[in-house]
């Protein structure tokens, strides 16, 4: 799924919404010191109150929140493996009953905790529902409704919530007009930061891949590797700053350590060029050959496909793989560039790369930003100095 696919699906999950349809809820509370199950309930959706669909929804909206390969993955299944989740999750689509759905929710359950124990009381939530996406684009003067034609997909989503005993606090009795200390031995359940989740399929474009599934991971570039490959019998997978990694080292590999500024803006501009020419929803993938074309027409010099494929073997020990062009690429709508130093940090745009360059002066390495206006700190224009040669 692209960050579109995830966008359209996770802007329904909303009440009152006819285009997304929640049917059951499950719940299953894991006690932190046994890793066993504690209590577990079920319900229509629209069985609970207004307030938990509310807090219900706004949890689902944060489990399909974050950037592709940063926060969600999708993830292949693997071609073999043993109670395979594939398989679990699929035959639960099929289920009608919401007793044989249960038990199929169970079995995930039981290989999450499987030998694992976490420091908190943990709550497991499964919903199912379906999300519907018309077929035409909304037009307002037709006579149908957009909902006469749509594409139905019926899907499965969990959220692996951890638990939060409320602090001690002192409270005003109104009743007895007296002050007291408020003492509740509720847990409360921390919807708003999911410590992981998953949804099954993948939806892309209007088909769903049933051989991925989206997993959610609780913190950035931080997947639960023992989660993917265990629990959703997943294959590895990159994240978005270790495909970065891979490109910053196959390019020290070819260029060596020491590389100028404009070398550098080049090569993030070729490669922003190559993203803006593709379609919206794909993302270029840049193999060995790619890597050098990019570098050859940045301006470094002999550079051949072999020296690159080289580089790729001995970086990732594989000269097949690919990167993906939105992972090694800074953002050009922001100052996504940070340049750290003990006296300041300065943070640019990747187009800006250029204006910077490190010199010697009397004797010192200092960094040099081109400006075409007057410095101002604190409201005072800086003096020149005399000029540089370098």
Not at 110 to 137: A, L, N, S, W
Request: net charge negative; proline share 3%.
């Amino acid at each position: 799924m692209n960050k579109k696919d995830i966008a359209n699906i996770r802007k329904q999950f909303k009440l009152d919404n006819e285009l997304l349809k929640v049917k059951d809820i499950f719940n299953v509370y894991i006690r932190q010191d046994s890793s066993e199950i504690y209590h577990e309930e079920s319900h229509p959706f629209l069985m609970l109150d207004r307030e938990q669909q509310e807090l219900f929804m706004k949890n689902f909206k944060k489990v399909l929140s974050g950037n592709v390969d940063e926060k969600l993955f999708e993830v292949k299944f693997q071609s073999e493996a043993e109670d395979h989740t594939q398989v679990i999750l699929y035959e639960a689509l099929e289920k009608d009953d919401v007793e044989d759905w249960k038990e199929q929710m169970l079995l995930i359950v039981e290989k999450m905790f499987k030998d694992v124990q976490y420091e908190k009381d943990m709550v497991v939530t499964f919903i199912r529902g379906e999300y519907f996406k018309p077929t035409k684009k909304k037009n307002e003067e037709a006579e149908v409704s957009d909902l006469d034609e749509v594409y139905d997909h019926p899907f499965i989503l969990c959220s692996i919530n951890p638990t939060v005993q409320p602090k001690k606090a002192l409270v005003f009795d109104f009743i007895e007009k007296e002050f007291k200390s408020s003492v509740s031995v509720d847990s409360v359940i921390n919807l708003s930061s999911p410590f992981a989740g998953f949804m099954f399929p993948c939806f892309t474009e209007n088909y769903a891949d049933v051989n991925h599934i989206l997993y959610s991971s609780g913190k950035v570039n931080q997947p639960n590797y023992h989660f993917i490959e265990t629990v959703l019998n997943g294959e590895d997978i990159m994240t978005a700053q270790d495909d970065k990694a891979v490109f910053e080292e196959i390019v020290k590999e070819v260029v060596g350590e020491v590389v100028d500024t404009e070398t550098l803006t080049n090569v993030y501009e070729e490669i922003n060029r190559m993203m803006d020419e593709e379609e919206e929803e794909e993302v270029p993938m840049l193999d060995y050959k790619d890597v050098q074309r990019v570098l050859k027409v940045s301006g470094v010099e002999n550079v051949d496909t072999d020296q690159v494929e080289m580089a790729f073997q001995k970086v990732i020990d594989d000269e097949k793989y690919e990167l993906k062009a939105s992972s090694i690429v800074p953002k050009f709508s922001s100052k996504s560039i940070k340049i750290e130093t003990k006296v300041a940090n300065i943070a640019i745009s990747p187009q800006d790369l250029k204006y910077v360059k490190q010199v010697n002066y009397n004797g010192k390495r200092c960094v040099l930003i081109e400006v075409d206006e007057d410095t101002v700190i604190e409201g005072f224009k800086i003096v020149p100095e005399t000029a540089l040669s370098y």
